[in-house]
T-cell receptor
Framework: LAKTTQPISMDSYEGQEVNITCSHN???????ITWYQQFPSQGPRFIIQ???TKVTNEVASLFIPADRKSSTLSLPRVSLSDTAVYYC???????????FGSGTRLQVQP | DAGVTQSPTHLIKTRGQQVTLRCSPK?????VSWYQQALGQGPQFIFQ???????QRGNFPDRFSGHQFPNYSSELNVNALLLGDSALYLC????????????FGQGTRLTVV
């Protein structure tokens, strides 16, 4: 399974754009990149998934360069409620076990 | 549409006891996975059930066992509880035939004293 590396923590202010980068040098050809969000004492919540280039949904964008060895989760105009732990996962979701790292703790200040 | 539901939400057990945790998957989902999350850590995969059989297993001892029922619901059993088993236990469901994301329940907080 591809190992992921992401910052332990990040701080931001309300209204700013936040970019969290994840490194996954050993990503396999059929691996997707998935990001989850987790609030304290709750289960992780799916944010976005992509394979290459750019994916955008109503909450975030995911940028994946051509070599796919990294990816960047972009959260536009964060609010206090975006304070959470964000996990980057690499693999084939659903059918296989998800491998979580320690995640990135995002703290949004007013 | 109910998402993934887990019961109980909290549980306190004594070292050496046995515990059973329950999970109902999201409607339409047929695959259930269980994860253990220690405080401050990411979730760790325990095992996955599909068609009432254990399909994959993480690095957990045999004290951890499970079951999936015909209605796709699942149970996680832990025998001979240790203090180190204290954690948030998460259930996730997904649909086998699609590369869909896994949906997680809110978890069961198990405290072993």
């Amino acid at each position: 399974l591809a190992k992921t590396t992401q910052p332990i923590s990040m701080d931001s202010y309300e209204g700013q754009e936040v970019n969290i980068t994840c490194s996954h040098n050993n990503i396999a050809t059929n691996d997707y990149i998935t990001w989850y969000q987790q609030f304290p004492s709750q289960g992780p919540r799916f944010i976005i998934q992509g394979y290459k280039t750019k994916v955008t949904n109503e909450v975030a964008s995911l940028f994946i360069p051509a070599d796919r060895k990294s990816s960047t989760l972009s959260l536009p105009r964060v609010s206090l409620s975006d304070t959470a732990v964000y996990y980057c996962l690499v693999g084939y979701t659903g059918r296989r076990a998800l491998t979580f790292g320690s995640g990135t703790r995002l703290q949004v200040q007013p | 549409d109910a998402g993934v539901t887990q019961s109980p939400t909290h549980l306190i057990k004594t070292r050496g006891q046995q515990v059973t945790l329950r999970c109902s998957p999201k409607s339409g989902h047929d695959t259930v996975s269980w994860y253990q999350q220690a405080l401050g850590q990411g979730p760790q995969f325990i095992f996955q059930y599909y068609e009432e059989e254990e399909r994959q297993r993480g690095n957990f001892p045999d004290r951890f066992s499970g079951h999936q029922f015909p209605n796709y619901s699942s149970e996680l059993n832990v025998n001979a509880l240790l203090l180190g088993d204290s954690a948030l236990y998460l259930c996730a469901s997904s649909l086998e035939q699609l590369n869909t994301e896994a949906f997680f329940g809110q978890g069961t907080r198990l405290t072993v004293v």
